[in-house]
């Protein structure tokens, strides 16, 4: 039996609690810490994540002390949050930039289990290429966790919601970090994203005529490394925990586990 290849891990579990489930009655101002099933959500994470046998340093970025103090964890193991996902990303890799792939995950996706990464990754085994994003076909998150809304995107192969499981040659990603920048800074503003991505990609992507192979490779282009998608059936590296009806699906669920 061939030994599986063994990669750093970041876990970003910086952030606040979502305003909306906030709102709801939440009482825990850090995402990472919401308690799911009596323990921090971002333990259900690290729990996948170790049982994988796929790992072969894990860094999270987040509450320092809380990250030592209540999950015991090492203070080598853990860094203090960076202030935006984007700079908690980028410090990760730089961690473990020697390395020719790098994992990481949002703290948020409590229903991942370590077979499901597993197979994730011999899926990526599979491609080349130096930015790898899982994405999900609609139908199979709605038919095993209907009601719940997720932000889609529509492609000549079907809808699909992405995941938050990723994997990112570090050198390429660092090499290349202004254009991430650029990226994150202009997602929200039409004008500037049609200047970066070009009207005729726009159009395409509004007419719903954009194929898969098209966006990556657009992204390939502007984010200056190879990027690809990966088709996972696995709806659980898609659903994070953003809003007050998530939670209660998930709690729900472990409740039962």
Avoid at 71 to 84: A, H, R, V
Avoid at 192 to 221: N, V
Wanted: hydrophobic share 40%.
């Amino acid at each position: 039996m061939v030994e599986m290849q063994k990669y750093p891990v970041v876990i970003i579990a910086g952030g606040r609690t979502p305003d909306k489930i906030i709102e709801s009655g939440e009482k825990e101002t850090e995402r990472a810490f919401i308690d799911i099933g009596g323990k921090p959500m971002v333990s259900w994470v690290l729990d996948a994540v170790r049982s994988g046998g796929f790992v072969d340093k894990i860094l999270v970025v987040g509450n320092l002390e809380r990250l030592t103090r209540e999950l015991g964890l090492d203070p080598s193991d853990c860094m203090q949050d960076k202030g935006s996902m984007l700079e908690n990303y980028m410090a990760g890799l730089e961690r473990f930039r020697s390395y020719p792939l790098v994992l990481s995950t949002t703290c948020d996706i409590p229903l991942i289990t370590g077979a499901m990464l597993i197979d994730l990754i011999r899926q990526i085994s599979a491609i080349d290429a130096e930015v790898y994003y899982p994405i999900v076909d609609v139908k199979l998150f709605d038919a095993k966790y209907p009601g719940g809304r997720r932000t889609t995107q529509v492609l000549k192969e079907g809808t699909f919601t992405g995941g938050n499981v990723f994997a990112m040659n570090p050198e390429a990603m660092l090499r290349n970090r202004s254009r991430v920048e650029t990226v994150i800074r202009d997602r929200k503003s039409p004008a500037r994203l049609i200047r970066l991505f070009g009207l005729p990609f726009i159009l395409k992507y509004a007419l719903k005529q954009l194929d898969l192979k098209g966006l990556e490779a657009k992204a390939t282009e502007i984010l200056g490394a190879r990027m690809r998608g990966v088709l996972t059936t696995h709806p659980e590296i898609g659903f994070d925990v953003d809003k007050p009806d998530d939670l209660i699906m998930v709690r729900k669920i472990m409740s039962r586990t």
